[in-house]
């Protein structure tokens, strides 16, 4: 099953059902009505930290694979999206947060109209 394949109005208005490489479903939609349910910061932590703001977990929300983590440093291949939607989208105002490990990225992006822009980091710090 694909991701994010918008063909037409249809499929956008209604939202893509597809699935990730564990096989969890994920739902995806450009128009979402106006009273879905959002969750909300502090429902079902995807990241913990300790007391003194150390990472504790990683979870991949989409496959809900554990992300190895010392030392308060991930510990294996995430990718974290923090994203604020502006004025011209139906998530006006909204902020969503996830992880996805390497696995589910790698699933993601190969269904990918365009490919992903990839250069080689010369300097590491």
């Not at 995807?46 to 983590?69: A, D, H, P, S, W």
């Not at 109209?113 to 250069?119: A, L, M, S």
Request: hydrophobic share 30%; aromatic share 10%.
């Amino acid at each position: 099953m694909p991701f994010f394949l918008f063909s037409d109005d249809a499929k956008r208005k209604q939202g893509l059902t597809g699935k990730c490489e564990k096989g969890n479903t994920l739902r995806v939609s450009l128009y979402a009505p106006k009273n879905r349910a959002i969750k909300r910061k502090g429902e079902r932590k995807m990241r913990k930290y300790k007391n003194g703001g150390q990472l504790e977990t990683v979870m991949c929300n989409c496959c809900g694979k554990k992300i190895i983590v010392s030392e308060g440093v991930a510990r294996e291949g995430v990718i974290s999206i923090n994203h604020t939607w502006d004025f011209f989208s139906e998530k006006d105002g909204e902020i969503h947060h996830f992880d996805l490990c390497e696995d589910c990225y790698d699933t993601m992006i190969q269904e990918f109209k365009i490919p992903v822009e990839v250069e080689e980091q010369l300097e590491y710090l």
